[in-house]
């Protein structure tokens, strides 16, 4: 699968959001690469977690500046997060049961996460904060 490259067109505008989205990018670009290596079962779970534990991250850092903007805005980007966190985990409990959903899971964090949720609702935050 295609390795997902940060450009400016994915850039919300907002220095520290951009840097987390980069690291973000690298963390799906590595587990797209893992999911179709003979060692996958060993080394995915553990990459998950990883994700797993920055993006929790990330999504406080947003989350801290929701304050600033609408509640409209804060409802919407919030229920996001919590629906993706949710998702993963489901996707971390098959992982443990031993059914590998692994190209289902990279297609999700690639189309659902950077591309739709980036595009759609972190810009739409960084155009809040500027405005
Ligand atoms: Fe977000
Ligand atoms: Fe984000």
Known sequence: MAQILWTESLSVGIREIDEQHKVLIEMIN????????????????????????YTRDHFSFEEGLLGKVSDQHGQRHKGEHAAFISKIEDYMEACGSGYTPY?????????????QHIEQVDKELGRLLSA
């Open 103 to 115: 190209a289902d899971l990279v297609e999700y964090l690639r189309e659902y996460w950077l591309v």
């Open 30 to 53: 590595e587990l797209s690469t893992l999911t179709s290596t003979d060692e996958k079962n060993s080394v995915v779970p553990s990459v998950i977690s990883r994700l797993v534990n």
